[in-house]
């Protein structure tokens, strides 16, 4: 997708009700293609390498026309549907693929102390990378970074924290025996905000073998302590509903659900399905 039709797209959107183009990475969908667009709909599709699945993005103004264009495209994710809009997909042989919540943490003043653990360099890029990549499929929305990720996210070159100038970018290891198993990636956002700067935990991820023994808490503590220390009042992150060891953490840190709102991720039905 070249910058003019990226400009396009951007501008285009606008004339749509409902759109899943809200935090699109446009460095990351380069290679889709603009496979549909007029008064009812735009939908642009590709192959997402760092997810290793088709996806399509999409822009409307009704849900049968969401329906009418996308059950083409077998097996691809759809993001950002509409609570009300779920119950009808199912029927029609959407299934659901990741349910994000945001949950909130609006103090960190009591965290002050920590273990001290590793601000990691670029050195230290595939090994961070291996590590989250060792914890693939232990929830439906969880990924991995790659190593090119790991590096953007270092040198303050990732998207999402150009978006929101974000500050004070890192990413923390803890290691057993000289061995990293576990990392965190936190960033701080929102000096303007009348609430105060943000602490963003991006992503935490410990190997599978060391799972079960408090890293990732003591993980998540030395992140709010570094919040903390940098001037951030409070802490966002997000996590898929059926995360349940990781939401069990979180609540234990003092994080809260916003139940209010969430993002609804869905695939199209499989292509044997959709021919039945």
Request: net charge negative.
């Given at each position: 997708?070249?910058l ?9 959107v ?6 899943a183009?809200?935090?699109v990475?446009?460095d990351?969908?380069?290679h ?10 735009l939908?642009?599709?590709g192959?997402?390498k ?7 993005i ?43 919540r ?6 960190l ?16 890029a595939?090994e ?21 990720d ?11 924290l ?6 004070d ?10 061995h990293?198993?576990?990392v965190?990636?936190?960033?701080i ?5 009348p ?7 991006r992503?935490?991820?410990v ?12 993980l ?43 993002q ?6 499989s ?6």
């Amino acid at each position: 997708m070249d910058l003019i039709t990226r400009e396009n797209i951007r501008k285009k959107v606008q004339m749509y009700t409902y759109h899943a183009f809200h935090y699109v990475d446009w460095d990351e969908i380069m290679h889709f293609e603009l496979v549909h667009i007029d008064h009812e709909g735009l939908f642009v599709y590709g192959f997402r390498k760092d997810h290793h699945i088709h996806e399509l993005i999409w822009a409307v103004n009704h849900l049968n026309t969401l329906i009418h264009y996308s059950k083409h495209y077998p097996n691809a994710l759809i993001s950002f549907i509409p609570r009300d809009w779920k119950d009808e997909l199912i029927k029609h042989g959407y299934h659901e693929y990741g349910v994000i919540r945001d949950y909130w943490l609006n103090d960190l003043s009591s965290f002050h102390e920590s273990p001290f653990l590793q601000q990691l360099t670029i050195i230290d890029a595939q090994e961070i990378s291996d590590i989250t990549k060792d914890c693939l499929m232990l929830s439906r929305e969880f990924h991995g970074e790659s190593y090119h990720d790991v590096i953007a996210w270092i040198t303050h070159q990732d998207y999402y924290l150009q978006e929101v100038k974000a500050r004070d970018t890192a990413i923390f290891g803890y290691r057993v025996n000289d061995h990293l198993v576990g990392v965190i990636f936190v960033s701080i956002y929102g000096d303007s905000s009348p609430r105060g700067p943000v602490l963003w935990v991006r992503e935490i991820a410990v190997k599978r073998d060391y799972q079960g023994q408090g890293i990732g808490r003591k993980l998540m503590k030395h992140a709010l302590c570094y919040g903390n220390q940098k001037g951030a009042r409070r802490s966002f992150l997000a996590a898929d509903d059926l995360n349940h060891s990781a939401i069990h953490l979180y609540i234990s840190m003092g994080y809260t659900p916003n139940l209010d709102e969430e993002q609804i991720d869905m695939m199209t039905p499989s292509e044997k399905r959709d021919k039945q």
